[in-house]
């Protein structure tokens, strides 16, 4: 005989061992239940004692299960209830009750087996995301394609990835394409994405053939780290902790007072039973984690991944939330807000020379400038001959023209003109990244990056604070100007910038003695603050670091208005909870009294305790039933309305950002007005036609979408600010003829200046109150 038992893969006998313990609660369950029915069965035929035999063998089940829980909680050194239900199983067999054990016993299982599948629920929908980790990829080499397995996949590899097939690492689209995003965000709806859009591992291609630029290995990759966050949840959900347990330290001793004073005051022990069995917590050890656990997978659903009962428990009770800035409250990568030129160049020329040449370069910024200019529909071209050099930019050849990007110090030689000087000042005001392009050996033009705020955060800051959040608090390493504005955008209650990890850390156990504490972060320096909160929640939307495998809560999709759903589905899943325990334990309080004075045998107490599991239990699965959330669905035709007016919206910024430009170079004393009338008629033929179809079309959508008073009053109220702008603006530069005097001159510059100033604001309103409606995946950047 074997010394021990060995793994069959084909369903060997550890294997059967190993799926017989995984049912042991179904199959205790089944055992039970048959036993009560046979029993049931022999009273029926007049074999009593057959009955009361049988009786007593599902009771002895049940008396044996409970033991061992209680000696688990005794071992983990937690209160447990379990203890009454052990009472009450070993009193119906000493009064000669074992009917009523052999009931206590198939409630005392059904709570069991209910628990399991909750639980399994949940880790159901955290598992579909481990159960579809990418395993192989297709390299493209000089002797074609070779299939190899995912982790030999080196950053700056050409993968090809087939129709149906998993993206195997996060990278670069190489090619256009239509891609299946659900496993990550919980959009259902495929997703069209464009050469030089950033792609992730997991997804999958819903289109043709396509090909990608691998920019990370695949351990580095989101899927991995997703990978990671699921085993985490898993392990940290097995241990449990109760809201019940919680209850016992109370109710356990008022139990067995009562049915200590009611064998004592009647002389009768088959009282004191009656009342341990209508006290039997079952509504405690069932109803409580049933709607937890329905919470997490409801979460889950949301591509929220919570770690855990307790984690949800924890973010239910927060009152003070805390956020980084980069990546939580801002998009966490730059886009190109524009481009100034030396004026040899045209601004588009610059970006398209640019964009061509970035499309060979894994950089971070590189996919900023591609997508830009894509935006715009500019046509790319290859570039030959590229060459990175570390710490200064890239260089190469695009349509015979040498290109260079990178540092000034690379780019300018000498004294800085006056057009990088004013590209320099509007970096420093406005926070922002300055990448420097050369042209045929000659500086050509600035491109100007800044990292924009959510369009969501702001919304879903005013939804915290209805759902219960007493104090927001924004901690971040920027420069102070820049908290400060982000600050008062989002409307937070305090702001502290310039901070380091410790400081981080320090404000949130300060913040954390005066209530529970939510910290959100996605950075590797959020990983302490995160820690340390009474629960942590992270961006991983673009990889998993380590912030998120610090964080109780991560949010997989890359919208931060996620949080706002994961609060309101802890608060109500936590609150049904916490009712339904309530409710059942007054119900069994209740049915004690008439227990107590005899009026209830055991038996007739063990049926009514079936009915309070079932008012308790239907209480807990209202979780399961749509509650209050902050993000809203829309119809597929609206979705695909919006979804238009948005590419309009995103063609129409460089106009915007050119009517700035035209008003700082129209001269007060030499004015060319030819630039200006140009833009006039772009303004006419584009942006207000523009504005006019999202009057009449996405304004319909948001009042669908939020409904209350007026919700559109104010974007209504700038479209026709921006059309008597522009029609304003017209009519003064048809006044003043072609030579205007320098207050002429002057007005129209101040005039152009207040037009840019509202139609930032308003592109601004839009975003938050009608893009941000949008699932995220059709959202660009």
């Not at 949940?122 to 192989?136: C, I, M, V, Y």
């Not at 394409?177 to 965000?185: I, M, T």
């Not at 049933?290 to 919470?295: E, K, N, T, V």
């Not at 104010?714 to 921006?722: G, Q, V």
């Amino acid at each position: 005989m074997p010394d021990r038992i060995t793994a069959d893969p084909h369903g060997g006998p550890e294997s059967r061992l190993a799926r017989l313990w995984a049912a042991r609660e179904v199959i205790l369950f089944a055992a039970v239940t048959l036993l009560l029915l046979a029993g049931t069965a022999a009273a029926v035929a007049g074999a009593g004692e057959w009955a009361s035999a049988v009786w007593a063998g599902a009771t002895l089940l049940g008396l044996a299960y409970s033991t061992i829980t209680i000696a688990v909680a005794l071992r983990r050194h937690q209160p447990s209830v379990d203890v009454i239900a052990w009472l009450a199983l070993a009193g119906a067999l000493l009064v000669g009750e074992p009917l009523a054990g052999a009931v206590i016993a198939v409630m005392l299982f059904t709570g069991s087996v209910l628990e399991v599948r909750a639980s399994a629920r949940a880790r159901r929908e955290l598992s579909r995301l481990a159960a579809g980790a990418p395993r192989t990829a297709r390299r493209e080499g000089p002797d074609g394609v070779d299939e190899i397995h995912v982790d030999r996949v080196a950053v700056g590899d050409r993968l090809l990835v087939g129709a149906g097939e998993l993206v195997p690492v996060d990278g670069r689209l190489l090619d256009g394409g239509v891609f299946d995003e659900s496993a990550l965000s919980g959009e259902s709806v495929p997703v069209d994405r464009r050469a030089g859009d950033a792609i992730r591992s997991g997804v999958v291609n819903a289109g043709s053939v396509t090909r990608m630029l691998a920019t990370e290995t695949a351990a580095e990759s989101t899927y991995a780290g997703v990978v990671r966050l699921v085993e985490q949840a898993q392990a940290s959900s097995a241990p449990f902790v109760r809201i019940a347990d919680r209850f016992a330290l109370a109710f356990v001793p008022l139990t067995l007072l009562a049915a200590g004073l009611a064998w004592a005051i009647s002389g009768q022990a088959i009282r004191a039973v009656a009342v341990l069995v209508v006290a039997t917590p079952c509504p405690l050890l069932l109803a409580a984690p049933i709607a937890i656990m329905s919470g997490l997978s409801r979460a889950a659903r949301h591509g929220v991944i919570l770690k855990g009962g307790a984690a949800l428990e924890r973010l239910a009770a927060g009152r003070v939330l805390l956020f980084d800035k980069t990546g939580t409250l801002t998009r966490g990568r730059p886009v190109l807000t524009d481009v100034v030129t030396a004026g040899d160049v045209p601004a588009d020329e610059v970006l398209r020379l640019s964009a061509s040449l970035d499309q060979a370069s894994a950089h971070v910024l590189a996919a900023t400038i591609v997508t830009a200019a894509r935006d715009r529909r500019l046509a790319l071209s290859p570039a030959s001959g590229v060459h990175e050099r570390h710490g200064f930019g890239i260089e190469g050849t695009v349509d015979g023209h040498p290109v260079r990007l990178g540092k000034a110090a690379w780019i300018v030689d000498g004294p800085a003109p006056d057009w990088v000087r004013r590209a320099r000042r509007r970096a420093a005001l406005d926070g922002s990244l300055t990448v420097f392009a050369a042209v045929d050996g000659r500086p050509a033009g600035v491109l100007l990056l800044a990292d924009p705020l959510r369009p969501d955060a702001p919304r879903m800051m005013r939804t915290l604070r209805d759902a219960g959040i007493d104090r927001t608090v924004l901690v971040t390493g920027d420069r102070a100007d820049i908290a400060e504005t982000v600050g008062r955008i989002v409307g937070v209650d305090a702001v502290y910038a310039d901070r380091d990890p410790a400081d981080k850390l320090a404000i949130v156990r300060t913040e954390q003695d005066k209530a529970p504490t939510i910290m959100v972060g996605d950075g590797v320096n959020d990983a302490p603050a995160l820690a340390a909160a009474g629960v942590g929640v992270a961006l991983a939307a673009r990889g998993v670091t380590a912030s998120a495998e610090a964080a109780d809560v991560v949010l997989t999709a890359d919208r931060v208005d996620g949080l706002a759903d994961a609060i309101l589905i802890a608060r109500r899943s936590h609150g049904i909870a916490r009712r339904a325990a309530v409710l059942g334990m007054g119900l069994s309080l209740a049915a004690m009294v008439p227990a107590a004075a005899g009026l209830l045998t055991p038996v007739a107490g063990a049926i009514l305790q079936e009915v309070i599991d079932v008012a308790a239990i239907g209480l807990a699965l209202t979780v399961l039933l749509p509650g209050r959330t902050h993000t809203v669905t829309l119809p597929a035709a609206d979705l695909a309305a919006a979804q238009r007016l948005y590419e309009q919206h995103t063609a129409i910024r460089p106009l915007v950002e050119q009517i700035r430009a035209v008003a700082d170079d129209l001269s007060i004393t030499e004015p060319d007005l030819r630039p200006l009338r140009e833009l006039l008629e772009r303004l006419e033929a584009d942006l207000l036609p523009h504005e006019r179809a999202e009057e009449a079309q996405l304004l319909p959508i948001i009042a669908r979408a939020l409904g209350g008073p007026d919700p559109t009053g104010a974007l209504s109220r700038t479209h026709a600010e921006i059309e008597h702008q522009v029609r304003r603006l017209r009519r003064a530069a048809q006044d003043v003829g072609d030579r205007p005097e320098p207050e002429e001159a002057t007005d129209l510059r101040a005039g152009l200046y207040g037009l840019y100033a509202i139609m930032r604001l308003h592109n601004a309103q839009e975003e938050e109150n009608a893009f941000s409606l949008m699932p995220p995946a059709t959202v660009g950047t």
